[in-house]
């Protein structure tokens, strides 16, 4: 049975990204306006030389992870798997959980994903068509599936509660932290490890946003390509990277003495209907997430300090959001106004890991309210004309936040929005 006073909060934080190979090294970096994007590269880009339209990406330096994951268990996972043992490794160890001496039963795993496996969806293809399908490795089907990030981490700890992975594009990892709340406000979990995964920074995966004209073509400076809400946006960076936390009840992380990072206080999810890549042009379906967010959390739009927005630098994406927020917030969000809501887009520093976005941009709104402060966009230099909204340009900046939002919205029309508060006892 649902619980409405049951209060949830997040008690360990693990990352992986292009900023840094944990969550701390992440944090400092977006606080710091340190871009990650670098020049697209790699032996599997480079057999296509000439054949790329982008130039930029945000890719991860995987270093040595024998010490998380046993190398002969590693060459049976994807990367986007891996990435994701090695955020929940940090994590669980953050927490200072002890699995073992849990009821097995009452700790799950969710994990969001856009696209899994893909890499070895690729190389699949590649070796059928050369060598023939008696010729795949047998490991490929648990390498690709969606919710082999899941099943391997729930293995590792022995998770035998509630399970999922949600591949809803951009709006996946969002979609695993509202569905673990779940759970845990029904009682049928004390702790459970929730966040995204991607690693979708591939030839196919490439080339098919490059066709799509959904990346930013800029070449001449990787750093700035991401833009968001700047007037010369053209378009996303694609990145890898995972981010996971571990989500418990209040009640079970005061028995056992954890350091409590912040409090999830909301979630709303929605559906624009009406196409299958482009935002509703007026951000209804993202508003209805909003609005539902906060009724959810029980709070009026004043509470509200920051905004992490989903922000990914594309003209029509951006002006959705934008158009969403002011119409959510008011005279709240409205600079002309005297608003005093801060908006930013830290996309521009790690640009965007598709359905891990979510999990990523939530360390900004859990350091936002924790040691107040916001992460800026950087690459900002004219905003889009009628974005009235304070978008925390260049550099952090220090101001006491009680409440943040975080935005992902994503192919399919979906869209979720999640509340994470200040925790004062």
Request: glycine content about 12%.
């Amino acid at each position: 049975m649902q619980n409405a006073s049951c209060r949830i909060v997040i008690t360990g934080i693990g990352a992986i990204t292009n900023l840094g190979a944990d969550s701390r090294s992440t944090w400092d970096a977006m606080r710091n306006g340190r871009s990650g994007i670098t020049r697209l590269g790699g032996p599997d880009f480079d057999q296509y030389a000439g054949k790329w339209s982008v130039s930029a990406a945000g890719q991860v330096a995987l270093g040595d992870t024998t010490a998380i994951v046993d190398p002969r268990e590693a060459k049976r996972l994807d990367r986007f798997t891996l990435l994701a043992m090695v955020a929940a490794h940090e994590a669980v160890a953050n927490s200072g959980v002890d699995f073992g001496s849990e009821d097995p039963e009452r700790c799950g795993v969710i994990v969001g994903s856009g696209i899994g496996g893909i890499k070895t969806i690729e190389d699949g293809v590649v070796t059928m068509v050369q060598r023939g399908p008696d010729r795949l490795s047998p490991f490929t089907v648990p390498r690709l599936m969606v919710n082999a990030a899941t099943g391997n981490i729930s293995i590792r700890y022995g998770l035998q509660g509630p399970a999922g992975a949600h591949a809803t594009a951009c709006a996946s990892s969002g979609h695993a932290f509202g569905d673990a709340m779940a759970w845990l406000r029904r009682g049928r979990a004390d702790v459970i490890v929730c966040g995204g995964t991607e690693a979708a920074v591939t030839p196919l995966c490439v080339g098919a946003f490059q066709s799509l004209k959904a990346l930013s073509g800029r070449s001449d400076d990787p750093t700035k390509a991401s833009r968001p809400f700047d007037r010369e946006r053209d378009g996303f960076v694609l990145a890898e990277g995972a981010a996971m936390f571990v989500i418990e009840t209040e009640a079970h992380a005061r028995k056992r003495g954890a350091t409590i990072l912040a409090e999830l206080v909301g979630y709303g999810n929605s559906s624009d209907a009406s196409h299958i890549t482009a935002p509703d042009a007026e951000g209804r379906g993202a508003g209805r997430s909003m609005r539902w967010a906060l009724e959810d959390a029980s709070l009026a739009t004043d509470a509200i300090d920051y905004v992490n927005a989903h922000g990914t630098s594309t003209p029509l994406g951006d002006k959705a959001e934008v158009a969403a927020v002011l119409d959510v917030f008011g005279s709240h969000a409205r600079r002309s106004s005297g608003g005093k809501l801060m908006m930013s887009s830290t996309k521009s520093m790690h640009g965007h890991a598709l359905g891990a976005s979510g999990a990523v941009e939530m360390i900004a709104c859990i350091h936002a309210v924790k040691e107040g402060v916001i992460a800026p966009t950087i690459n900002l230099e004219s905003p889009d004309d009628g974005f009235d909204i304070d978008l925390v340009p260049h550099e952090a900046r220090e101001r006491r936040v009680r409440y943040a939002m975080n935005n992902t919205f994503g192919f399919g029309g979906h869209n979720t929005t999640l509340i994470v508060g200040r925790y004062d006892g």
